[in-house]
Every structure is written in structure tokens, then in C-alpha cells.
């Protein structure tokens, strides 16, 4: 019974071969599959291992990456190819073997390297994301046109080997139709262009404070499109990357001191001698901060109600938050110190004159 099975097996033919040969060529191309799938399985494993552990072996990470980044595709493929040793071919279909291999092999190289740019690029964002916002954004613009150039060559080299297909005219007429794509998507493009232009220029990064315009707040993405910007109301803006470029941008996290100029107002009625001393009291009040320092003080001008005083100083740091606490200290001390000089803060007041008509002397009635 065994003999006459066996028998069967060998002699049935399916599609020019024998089912034997169909048994042998699908157990090596599931083993095959297995294997791989196995290797790419054990290589995500320890992917996720060495980043729980941050092991710093090179070696090791890059061989994790190569191993844990096999396509499915290239799995699939070079387990039909393998099965397919085992199988009489059509001419026309065993031709296929070496390109097909070819192919499989550019593809996956195009994976790796892809992968190796995001596993770089996330790298350097981690750390270097909180000193250096701007360089984050332009290592991403770099990648993704690094991916569209490997991406590209990739298309172009799986084309070449394709039997038949002439890649020197298809770049002609992909030339050709991009002009028409280009004239189409001018605005998306334009974009596009303007957000490299944010990545390579820099005026401003993730996490910056900027005002375009009347809007104001912290950056949160940069886009190929569109920049997300984050209000100190809470809600999202959203700015087209072209229109941006073309608004006056105020960025101010770069801001590394900050210029602070006010004006106080006395009354009339204070004596001269105190107004000599309203510039030393302002100038008292900065000594107790390490991290300003006074520009000028100026009996400025005579206002309609008031003796007007400006006072100039700097706060060191661009933090809005430390320039209110060193105005509020200064408020605090100015009023203190002008309640014990008797010097009054002037405010809107107007002042009538009154001026009584002199009668007439009693001679010039006796004249009429």
C-alpha cells in the first residue's frame, strides 16, 4: 500500500511537475519562510531589549536592526524563489529567478536604510530635542528627503529589472508629467518648500514662543504643510507654512534679555528737591535682583496731569514669568518708598480756576 502511494506521489503530474515535486517545493519554501520570519522575529526582540537596557554594543544594535526589519515581502519572496529551485519552470517563468531576486534584494536594502534613518534621527532627537529644538527640525526635513532620494533609486533600480521596461524613457516621461504635477500641486509644493525652508533656516524651532501678527504661542509642529502653534488660550492655530514665512515672526525664546522701559507720573505739587530723589528710589530697587541691571532714569517730560518719570532697566532671561515678578517687586517697592517721601502718584484730575468780574467804579456811572 505504502509502495503504491509512493508511486502515485511520484507519477501525478501537475502543471509539468510531478506531486512530489510540489511537496518538496512547498516544504522548502515554508521552512524557508519560517526560518526568516524566525530571524526577524528574535532580531525585534532584542531590538526592544537593548533599548529597555541601552546596551551601546554598535555591532549588536546594527545586526538587531538588519535582522528585525525584514520585510514581509522579501520573506515571502525568497521563500517562493527557493521552492521554486525544486520545480520544472516554464522558460518564461524561470527567467524571472534572477531578477525576481534582484528586486527583493533592492527593496529590502531600501527597508534597512530607511530604518537605520529613523532609529538615527530618533537618536538625535532625544538627545538633543530640549537644547536644540531648531536642529531636530531640520534633521527631520533632511530625512525625509533622504527617504524620498532612497525611495526613489529603489523604484528606479526594481524598474531596470524588470524585462522589457526602458527606465531612460520612463525618467523622460516622469520628467515631463512632473512639470504638469508640479503647475498642479504648485500651492502643496510651495508648502512643502517653505517648510524646508523653516527646517534649514531656523527662525524658529519646537517649543519656541513666537507672535505672528496678532497671534501668539508656543510651537508645537512643524509640518510639511501646515506649523500647529499652541495659544496661551489653549486652542490650536494652525498657519500655512508659506503664509508664514511671509509674516513678520517675533521669536521670543531667543530673546536673551529683556528690555523693560515704564513710566511713573508724580504730581504737580512735589517739592524739587523730592523729584531729585525719584531717580536714586528706582534705582534702589533694582539692587535687590541678581538678574537685572539699571540702563537710565529721566524726569521725562510735563504731562497734562502728572510730572512724568521713564525708567529703563533689563531683565537677563527671556522669561516672562521672572520680568513680571521683578516688575511686581518694583511697583511694590516705588509705592513703599513714595508713601515714606511723601511723593504722591499723580492721576487724571483738572483743576478750574475761578476769576470773579470786577464791578464798575461808581464815577463812570455818575459820568452817564
Not at 502543471?15 to 526568516?36: I, M, R
Not at 531636530?136 to 533609486?153: K, N, P, Y
Not at 508713601?339 to 502718584?345: C, S, V
Amino acid at each position: 500500500m505504502t509502495n503504491q502511494i509512493n508511486q502515485l506521489v511520484q507519477e501525478k503530474v501537475i502543471v509539468a511537475n510531478t506531486l512530489d515535486q510540489w511537496v518538496t517545493a512547498s516544504a522548502v519554501a515554508v521552512g524557508v519562510a519560517v526560518v526568516l520570519w524566525l530571524v526577524r522575529l528574535i532580531g525585534r526582540r532584542l531590538a526592544k531589549r537593548e533599548l529597555k537596557q541601552r546596551l551601546v554594543q554598535k555591532t549588536a544594535h546594527v545586526v538587531t536592526i538588519i535582522t528585525g526589519h525584514l520585510s514581509y515581502l522579501f520573506i515571502v519572496g525568497i521563500a517562493v524563489l527557493a521552492g521554486s529551485q525544486w520545480l520544472n519552470l516554464p522558460e518564461a517563468a524561470a527567467r524571472w529567478r534572477r531578477p525576481g531576486l534582484t528586486m527583493l534584494l533592492i527593496i529590502q536594502i531600501g527597508v534597512w536604510l530607511n530604518a537605520f534613518l529613523t532609529v538615527a534621527v530618533k537618536r538625535y532627537e532625544k538627545k538633543n530635542f530640549e537644547q536644540h529644538a531648531g536642529k531636530v527640525t531640520t534633521a527631520r526635513a533632511l530625512v525625509f528627503i533622504g527617504r524620498i532620494f532612497i525611495f526613489t533609486l529603489m523604484l528606479l533600480a526594481v524598474l531596470d529589472n524588470i524585462p522589457g521596461v526602458e527606465v531612460t524613457t520612463l525618467i523622460t516621461g516622469l520628467g515631463i508629467g512632473g512639470i504638469a504635477v508640479a503647475l498642479a500641486l504648485q500651492n502643496i509644493l510651495g508648502d512643502l518648500f517653505a517648510s524646508l525652508s523653516i527646517s534649514l533656516d531656523r527662525p524658529f524651532a519646537i517649543g519656541d514662543f513666537i507672535i505672528v501678527d496678532d497671534f501668539l504661542g508656543a510651537v508645537e509642529h512643524i509640518g510639511l504643510k501646515t506649523t500647529r502653534i499652541r495659544s496661551l488660550g489653549g486652542e490650536q492655530l494652525v498657519f500655512s507654512n508659506t503664509d508664514l514665512l511671509k509674516s513678520r515672526i517675533r521669536n521670543y525664546k531667543r530673546m536673551q534679555q529683556r528690555r523693560v522701559p515704564f513710566t511713573v507720573g508724580v504730581t504737580y505739587q512735589t517739592p524739587p528737591s523730592k523729584l531729585r530723589k525719584v531717580p536714586d528710589i528706582f534705582k534702589k530697587q533694582l539692587e535687590q535682583f541678581d538678574d537685572v541691571h539699571f540702563d537710565r532714569a529721566h524726569f521725562k517730560a510735563y504731562g497734562t496731569y502728572s510730572l512724568d518719570f521713564e525708567f529703563v532697566y533689563y531683565v537677563h532671561t527671556s522669561d516672562y514669568n521672572r520680568y513680571m515678578d521683578v516688575q511686581q517687586a518694583i511697583n511694590l517697592g516705588l509705592y513703599e518708598e513714595f508713601q515714606k517721601e511723601g511723593i504722591e502718584f499723580a492721576y487724571p484730575t483738572r483743576t478750574l480756576f475761578v476769576e470773579n468780574e470786577k464791578q464798575k467804579p461808581e464815577a463812570d456811572q455818575t459820568l452817564e
